[in-house]
């Protein structure tokens, strides 16, 4: 089996299950759950494909996405009161989220022969993209535009991978040292409360 399709369908579990529990912690309906773990799920492979011009996006060419999107959220609901009483569950589902990601939105520009700097930008996208939505809809300010370390982290996973491609390493290696790089530099920045440089002095 593929290891990107493995990675997506990771991926897709991870970030279905974070905007479930989003929108347990805005109190919506069951549909409201759906849609959020849904458009968290697709928002940013549906922007890569849209980017690289891959019509229709690979969601609606395969029903067992959706299935797969709608199996987790499901999950989510069956299960919320084990995971959705700890803060860090949404946490640790959307870092695992972008660390899979990142590393299957540089895969897609490489098939595309783009430079590896556009590679790892289109892998930030779309780790990032999805959540962007679920916050946006959820009356959120995206992570992303906030002091935490998350795009960061993408990136420091994207050049990790070029850097160990360089290498004689197994390309399953590269993948799971790139994704681990994205999701301990996430973990790293929160526990030690690591973020980027607010450019506003406290009297504006």
């Excluded at 300010?141 to 420091?156: G, M, N, Q, S």
Aim: glycine share 10%; charged share 15%.
């Amino acid at each position: 089996m593929n290891i990107f399709f493995i990675i997506d369908i990771l991926g897709l579990i991870s970030f279905a299950i974070s905007g479930a529990l989003v929108a347990f912690n805005k109190k919506m309906d069951v549909f409201g759950v759906l849609i959020i773990a849904f458009v968290t799920s697709v928002g940013g492979g549906t922007l890569s494909d849209v980017l690289l011009g891959n019509m229709p996006v690979g969601w609606m060419e395969n029903i067992m996405f959706s299935y797969i999107i709608l199996g987790s959220a499901i999950f989510a609901i069956i299960f919320r009161s084990k995971i959705n009483y700890l803060r860090t569950s949404l946490f640790l589902f959307d870092t695992i989220g972008i660390g899979l990601y990142t590393l299957l939105g540089i895969e897609k520009g490489l098939v595309a022969e783009l430079h590896p700097i556009i590679c790892i930008a289109l892998g930030t996208m779309t780790a990032s993209f999805g959540g962007v939505i679920r916050d946006i809809l959820c009356n959120e300010i995206p992570i992303i535009f906030r002091k935490e370390v998350y795009a960061t982290a993408c990136i420091l996973g994207g050049i990790t991978y070029f850097t160990l491609i360089q290498f004689p390493i197994k390309e399953n290696f590269v993948l799971v040292i790139s994704g681990s790089v994205v999701i301990a530099v996430r973990l790293i920045a929160v526990k030690f409360k690591i973020s980027l440089p607010n450019i506003y002095s406290k009297e504006m």
